[in-house]
Each structure stands twice: as C-alpha cells, then as structure tokens.
C-alpha cells in the first residue's frame, strides 16, 4: 500500500494498494478481449463515449476539482475549475468530432497505380502514465493522451500518478459508467494505481501493448523507454525541458516593466510546475540586462510562494540548484518559504555569463521544475547564438524583440539557433499557455520528448501516434475500406492523385 501526501500539511490521504504483476496480467488479458470486440463496434461507439465521459464529468465537476486540490495543492479557482476541467472536457469533445469526421485516417489514393492508404488503430490496448502537475488535462483516466489513444480505438490501461490516486479513481468511475452506458466491452477502461519499476518495465514490453504514452521525469521515462524498445514497442514521452526565452535589449526598451511582470507569472505559474515553464533566460550585457535582473528578481521576491507538488519536488530544486552553484552560477533572488506550508521552495533566480554557461552547459540545463530559474547575460550576439547552439531539445523557445525592428538583425541569429531545438517557437509571448487547437505541437527534440515527429496536444494529429499506415494495393473496391472507396460514401477529403478532393474517382 502506498499513502499520497498533502502537500501544504504533509497529511497523508488515503491509501491505495500496489498491484502485482498478476494484477497487470489480468488488464492486458481484459483488454486484448476489449481490443477484439472494439474492432466490430464501429467508430460511432467511440465518439459516444468521449462525449458522454465529457458530460459526466461535468456533472462531477466539483467533486473532481475538490479531489484535485487536495492531492496537488493547486487552486480550484481558478486553475482547476475554470482552466483544466473545461480543458479536458473540450480535448475529449474535439476527439469525438475527429472520429466521426476520420480526419486522422489521412486516406491517399494513386488511382493509376490502383493503390491507397489509410491510417487505422495499431493492434493492441495503450497504456497511459500521466504526470502528477496537471491531475485532469493530462491524467492517465481523462486527458489528452487518453482521448487520443480512444479516438483510434484502443482500450486504456491508466497508469494513475500516485499523487492524485483519489482523482484518477473517480475519473475512472465515470469513463467506466460512460463506456457501459453506450455499449463498449468490458475491460475497456482499467485502473492501476501503482506497480514497482520492474513490473511498470515489463508492460510497456508487453507484446500485447499498442504504444505507451507517458508524462514525466527524464529518468522515469528513460527507464521505460528502454524496456519499450528492447521488444519493439512504440513509447511516446514527455520528459525533460528548459523552454529558454531571450529577451533582447530593444524589446527591455520598450516594454520594460510589463515584459518583467509577464515574464514573472510565467516562471511562478503553479508555481513553477508546468512543462513549458521558461528555464533558462538570455540577455545581452549592458544597462538592459541590469534593468531587466532587478526588475524580475523584485517580481519574483514580492510573488507569493506557491505550493509543490510533493517533497520529491523540492528536493530536485534544491539538487538542480546545488549543481548549478558547483557550476558557477550564483543566487541573485530568493524569496523565503513560508513555514507554514509543508511542500515549498523560496521562489529563486540564479546567474551565470555566456563564458561560464559554455564552460558547463550540461550542467547547467538540468531540469529545474519548479519555481528558480537560470539567468544568463552573454557578451554579445556572437556569444548568445553559441549558447544556443549547445542547447538540448525542448518544447519552446521565445524571443522577445522590439516592435520597431531594431532586434531584427539579432532576432535573426537566435532564430537560426534555436528552430532546430524547439517544438514550438514563439515570438513576444510565454510559453506557458498550451492552446488545445489543430496546430499546436506540444512536443520537441529530445529529451524534452522520446520522438520530435509527435505532438500529445492538438488533434487530430496527436491521434497519429496510436495509428499504422496501411496500404492496399490493388485491392478490389468493393473490398476497401469505405474511406476509400471510389464512390466516396463517407464524403470525406481525401489526397486523390495529388490533390485534396471530396469528389469521387476512377480507378485507371
């Protein structure tokens, strides 16, 4: 059994039990049984169910929140309630709309050569590891992975966060009640809220896994990733990212204070705890750089201090700063902890030159989730554009620049640095804000992910993950899948012989 924490008391909730490996064999039996019967049912069980789950858990809605609080310390208002919850609910709405529109299928057709391809479900169940920082949008039982992984036609194992057991359970609950309410099979959706290492290893092996998508620490899905590959399984990963921002000196001319003030909410958003925090921030040396230091080191000293996650949270801040400081860089802002708070890190800036960050650049990417951040002031265009040259993958890159056009030139270099290192690219704005829309790519370069060519946010594309390419050459029509028959009976867009067309076609 294992008990999580609140993490302003240091009360523990509950306990929940950890599940042998007899457990775990018992949902991949249950769920290869649902695989097979979900390959007769039909897509329209499937949008059913995404949006009959998004309606009970409307319904719930304030009992979901109120677990969530308690598990993570994150606000109800207005994180919880108003942002994560209509989040969740809108990303399994848009993958019920993707399955009945079989936008993710992309069927092409070579009618010359009489041959076409679609994409459809990979064989087997999709495990589902979710991450303690975000206990709706991106939880095992109701997230985004989940969605997707559903709207292919896979039945879920959810691999629950142990720091949010109680909100993963009801989250359950109600896609179990949904999924009996619209006729899927038994065994569809399955709980696991804890196994050991070696037995988590095992199932993302397991020959009877489609893919596994997981959300977490480096060191947590390097592990898995290793075991997925020794058997060929596909493993999808959100690990590990810095998402720099640079701000140039014309932008600090500017816009001065309030690019401060924007970019402090960005670094102490839930305090610190959200993969698209920015790490590391680059200035060139000179009065700007000054300005800039003291302005955000005020904003960050006078900003309440935020609750984390857990003690293991705090203990790797306290570890990343230590190698920082081994590394040469130097506190320049803290803002003291509350005793009163069970879980919590003085909100923090550390320092370093352009010179000290190359000397020991490794070092001084380390993941710091949480609420401190890394400042490095470079001696010139040459020297930021070699700092970030050396950077490893992300999941953004901002550049900050003046509207006037003076940065231009020097925008132009750290473009060039960073586009290859970076999902995401953004110009004047935080990174912290992951629109949930088609365009969105929410992933990068490793390790801040296992596979650049993959997105968890934005469908139908985060759909493409669970799918295989299939090919039918020479297949007769009638014979086809309907997405592609000649007639078209689906009125779907399709690639036809180079152009994207609902009309149908001749095979010649």
């Avoid at 329209?44 to 304030?62: M, P, Q, V, W, Y």
């Avoid at 004047?428 to 969105?440: E, H, I």
Wanted: charged share 20%; with cysteine; glycine share 10%.
């Amino acid at each position: 059994m294992f008990s999580p924490m609140d993490p302003r008391t240091g009360e523990a909730l509950g306990s929940y039990p950890i599940s042998p490996w007899a457990d775990v064999e018992d949902a991949l039996v249950a769920g290869m049984r649902a695989f097979d019967e979900l390959r007769y049912l039909g897509e329209e069980h499937l949008s059913n169910f995404l949006e009959r789950f998004a309606d009970r858990i409307d319904r719930r809605s304030e009992q979901i929140v109120d677990a969530a609080s308690a598990e993570t310390a994150l606000p109800v208002h207005p994180r919880l309630a108003d942002v994560e919850l209509p989040r969740t609910t809108d990303q399994l709405r848009q993958a019920a709309a993707a399955v009945r529109m079989r936008s993710w299928k992309r069927p092409v057709i070579s009618s010359k050569a009489r041959i076409a391809s679609l994409r459809e479900s990979l064989p087997g169940v999709v495990c589902v590891f979710g991450p303690n920082n975000f206990p709706l949008a991106f939880n095992s039982a109701s997230g985004g992975d989940f969605a997707a992984a559903v709207a292919t036609g896979h039945p879920i194992i959810a691999k629950a966060n142990p720091g949010h057991p109680a909100t993963t359970r009801i989250l359950a609950e109600e896609g179990n009640a949904a999924a009996m309410e619209v006729g899927l099979p038994s065994g569809f959706l399955q709980l696991i809220y804890r196994t050991s290492h070696a037995d988590g290893a095992r199932l993302v092996a397991d020959e009877r896994v489609a893919a596994t998508a997981y959300t977490g620490s480096r060191a947590g899905g390097l592990a898995l990733k290793a075991a997925a590959d020794r058997s060929g399984n596909l493993i999808y990963l959100e690990m590990s990212s810095v998402n720099p921002v640079v701000v140039l000196p014309g932008a600090w001319r500017e816009r001065g204070q309030s690019l401060a003030e924007e970019l402090a909410s960005s670094l102490l958003l839930a305090a610190g705890q959200i993969c698209t925090s920015p790490g590391l921030l680059f200035v060139l040396a000179g009065p700007e750089a000054d300005e800039f230091r003291a302005a955000l080191k005020a904003e960050l000293e006078k900003a309440p201090v935020g609750t984390l996650l857990g003690p293991s949270v705090v203990d790797a801040l306290a570890e990343t700063a230590s190698a920082w400081g081994a590394s040469g860089a130097q506190l320049v802002a803290s803002a003291p902890s509350p005793d009163a708070i069970a879980c919590a890190y003085p909100n923090s800036m550390m320092e370093v030159n352009g010179t000290g960050f190359l000397s020991a650049a490794a070092q001084l990417q380390k993941e710091a989730f949480g609420n401190l951040s890394l400042l490095i002031v470079c001696d010139g265009v040459d020297e930021l554009y070699d700092c970030l040259d050396v950077l490893e993958g992300n999941l953004t890159g901002s550049v900050y620049s003046a509207t006037t056009g003076e940065d231009d030139g020097a925008y132009a270099t750290v473009a060039r640095a960073l586009r290859p290192r970076v999902g995401r690219l953004l110009n004047d704005k935080a990174p912290t804000g992951v629109a949930v829309v088609p365009a969105m790519n929410h992933g990068g370069p490793f390790p801040s992910t296992g596979h650049a060519g993959f997105t968890a946010v934005g469908i139908p594309a985060s759909l493409e993950r669970f799918s295989m390419l299939q090919c039918f050459d020479n297949v007769r029509d009638g014979r086809l899948p309907l997405e592609l028959q000649a007639d078209n009976p689906l009125g779907l867009v399709r690639e036809v012989d180079g152009n994207w067309t609902s009309s149908p076609f001749t095979w010649g």
